[in-house]
């Protein structure tokens, strides 16, 4: 026994030495090399909100309500989604679902009004679903309201929407920028060179403050709620 403990440690010190080595000569496996953020590209018939959140109008007349892909790449591994209440009652811009990450949560307000009538309760046990299908499998609430229509008239569809969520992606890679000097980020990433996927478990406390006032909170003028 003692043999083959011997044996596996020799060969653990081994297999970590050769990985320090073809990281230090950039040599690094693909599986542990940084994923590049996919830009973000909004589905038809899709509205969305300056908060990161979507809305789709269903044949029945209520509203399904998820986060957009900028905010799921950007977050990447969700932990947990906490999701709201059955029958809770939300006015545009309430609080509505937290997203759990790395210990830390990020608020996304309600991009409509309404009661809501489901949960995806797959999220409890598959919460990868929000980052990996945000419009699709990952969906998080569906909101029952007075007047659907006019509830989407705010938001934004199609070209506006992908013009909204490229420029939002800048804005991301601008904030990273300049936090990345003092959270051990990396400052030379280029204007062009997009953000890495998860890019916001790298920011302190402080600056993922930041994220969550000026990208979910005050994009709508929902900070004072």
Not at 68 to 94: F, M
């Amino acid at each position: 026994m003692s043999v083959i403990l011997a044996i596996a440690s020799l060969v653990l010190i081994l297999s970590v030495s050769w990985l320090r080595t073809r990281i230090k000569n950039g040599r690094v496996p693909s599986q542990l090399q940084p994923v590049t953020m996919r830009p973000p590209i909004l589905p038809g018939g899709v509205f969305l909100g300056a908060n990161h959140a979507w809305l789709h109008l269903r044949t029945d007349g209520t509203l399904r309500i998820g986060i957009d892909d900028l905010l799921a790449g950007a977050v990447g591994r969700i932990d947990s989604v906490d999701l709201p209440l059955t029958g809770q009652e939300v006015q545009r811009g309430d609080p509505l679902f937290m997203l759990l990450a790395g210990g830390r949560h990020l608020t996304v307000r309600a991009p409509a009004s309404g009661m809501v009538t489901t949960t995806n309760l797959q999220l409890q046990e598959a919460p990868w679903l929000a980052e990996k299908d945000p419009y699709g499998q990952g969906w998080v609430a569906v909101l029952r309201c007075c007047d659907p229509r006019a509830e989407i008239l705010p938001l934004r569809l199609g070209s506006e929407g992908q013009i909204f969520l490229i420029a939002e992606l800048a804005r991301l890679a601008d904030l990273l920028r300049g936090a990345a000097h003092g959270t051990g980020g990396d400052p030379n990433q280029t204007e062009n060179e997009l953000p890495e996927e998860g890019a916001l478990r790298q920011l302190d406390n402080e600056a993922w403050g930041t994220f969550q006032q000026c990208f979910l909170d005050a994009a709508d003028g929902f900070s004072d709620k």
